[in-house]
């Protein structure tokens, strides 16, 4: 029913940048929170933009100042454009969607994932 599909990732040297995208699937007349996450291997997943949900819902002080998210509600995407990146946020990045709507067959609080972009930063 909803669909989440990133792309942008890829491998830049510190210091670069990149810009991810995440085109929703969704029913129209149903209304989403979207937040981007990352997740390195043996870490836990960090929220990056957005309000979150459950338990995190704070965005990690690292990316505050060089991370943005920007919405183009025309054509139901979100971006996270990201400056300045260092190694460490070397990380798989996911969009989610949280449903807001309280209606038969919006789903309300349920979450969807996309199926995440890479993003690798070399020094």
């Known amino acids: 029913q909803v669909q989440l599909v990133e792309s942008g990732g890829g491998s830049v040297q510190a210091g670069g940048s990149l810009r991810l995208s995440c085109a929703r699937s969704?029913?129209?007349?149903?209304?989403?929170?979207m937040n981007w996450y990352r997740q390195a291997p043996g870490k836990e997943r960090e929220l990056v933009s957005g309000?979150?949900?459950?338990?995190?819902?704070n965005v990690v002080d690292s990316v505050k100042g060089r991370f943005t998210d920007t919405h183009d509600n025309a054509k139901n995407t979100v971006y996270l454009e990201m400056v300045n990146l260092e190694p460490g946020d070397t990380a798989m990045y996911y969009c989610n969607a949280v449903s807001t709507t309280l209606r038969r067959g919006c789903q309300y609080g349920m979450n969807y994932w996309g199926q995440g972009t890479q993003v690798t930063v070399f020094s």
């Open positions: 969704a029913p129209a007349y149903c209304t989403y929170d």
């Open positions: 309000l979150g949900s459950g338990d995190i819902t």
